[in-house]
């Protein structure tokens, strides 16, 4: 038997709660893991609330991300003992996830834990961190480079916009910082951000083109917010999109793209090649400073993930969530 957050879908409505499960329900896969640690990212907000149609197939255990030991395994490249790290490939919406002592899941999905990391940092990471990677990956990919002027950051006080700023500030690049929290400058200036702009103007319609001032972006935002940094960047400047905490419309001209030459590089973490997700592990190794962690995450036990849940949702939580399923 091992506990978990199951969420059901029938007559009596949508519910989350924390449940004992027996190990014949665990669905198909060829490695067993023993789940250490997960976390509680927007999506699994969704989910827990079912404030979004994320949940795909009923009963679920969310948890988009886990690390863990493995007990069990029939894949080639994953053996018993190893200590693992899952993010995305649909778990936690079509094949249950990390929030629960234990998933089993496809080997192919795994990704060794980089030796710079404990179990617990690692998911301080998490999708959230690994996505901010893919971000940084895709200015550098595009010739984003520290000399070429400001990248903003939207979103900057959430997961992905904390672990971005300390990535982009630790590899030389002036950080500005979006927020609509003004009471989080001093946490976001401590991660890296050399200055802090009011999320309201950008969260507006604005026009095509604005004042050219970023050389660069990482939004988690969309809707208006990435229309109007996309209208603000410089002549071929990039913006890496990842989010749509303010919506999944794009309410913008193609004026940016084509007078400009800005381009809109959209980042996927959820099946993002797995050599991909190899190098962002890696790069996060040699990058990210585990001391700045602790400032982003902070640690909840599981049944506290369901009512931080709807916290997370309405922007209410700083930086990452640990879920420590094990208490």
Same mark, same amino acid.
């Given at each position: 038997?091992?506990? +978990? ?74 053996? +018993? ?33 980089? +030796? ?37 950051? =939207?979103?900057? +006080? ?7 700023? =300390? ?6 690049? =002036? ?77 913008? =001209? ?74």
């Amino acid at each position: 038997m091992f506990k +978990a957050i199951l969420i059901e879908k029938d007559e009596a409505g949508y519910r989350a709660g924390v449940t004992e499960l027996d190990d014949a329900r665990l669905p198909e896969g060829d490695v067993t893991v023993r789940v250490a640690y997960s976390t509680l990212n927007y999506k699994d907000g969704l989910a827990i609330t079912g404030k979004g149609p994320v949940v795909r197939s009923f009963p679920m255990v969310p948890g988009i991300d886990l690390v863990g030991t493995v007990e069990e395994s029939t894949h080639a490249g994953v053996k +018993a003992g190893d200590t693992v790290v899952l993010n995305g490939w649909g778990v936690g919406e079509t094949h249950w996830g990390g929030l629960a002592q234990r998933a089993r899941l496809k080997g192919d999905w795994l990704v060794p834990l980089p +030796a710079a990391f404990t179990p617990r940092q690692a998911m301080a990471i998490g999708t959230a961190g690994y996505t901010a990677m893919l971000c940084v990956m895709a200015l550098e990919r595009h010739g984003v480079t520290p000399d070429k002027g400001e990248i903003l950051v =939207t979103g900057a +006080a959430g997961g992905v916009g904390s672990v971005a700023v =300390t990535l982009l500030a630790k590899l030389g690049y =002036t950080v500005v910082a979006s927020t609509g929290r003004p009471e989080e400058a001093d946490y976001l200036r401590a991660l890296g951000a050399a200055d802090i702009v009011d999320r309201a103007q950008f969260s507006n319609p604005g026009k095509p083109l604005a004042k050219e001032r970023w050389a660069g972006a990482v939004d988690t935002v969309g809707s208006h917010t990435l229309a109007n940094v996309c209208a603000s960047t410089k002549y071929r400047g990039v913006v890496a999109a990842c989010g749509l905490a303010q919506g999944m419309d794009l309410p913008a =001209t193609v004026a940016p793209f084509i007078l400009r030459g800005v381009t809109l590089a959209g980042v996927d973490s959820v099946y993002c090649p797995r050599p991909e997700r190899l190098e962002a592990w890696e790069r996060l190794a040699a990058t990210l400073d585990p001391t700045q962690l602790e400032r982003i995450a902070h640690e909840i036990g599981l049944a506290e993930a369901i009512p931080v849940a709807a916290d997370l949702l309405a922007g209410k939580v700083r930086g990452r969530i640990v879920v420590d399923v094990n208490r």
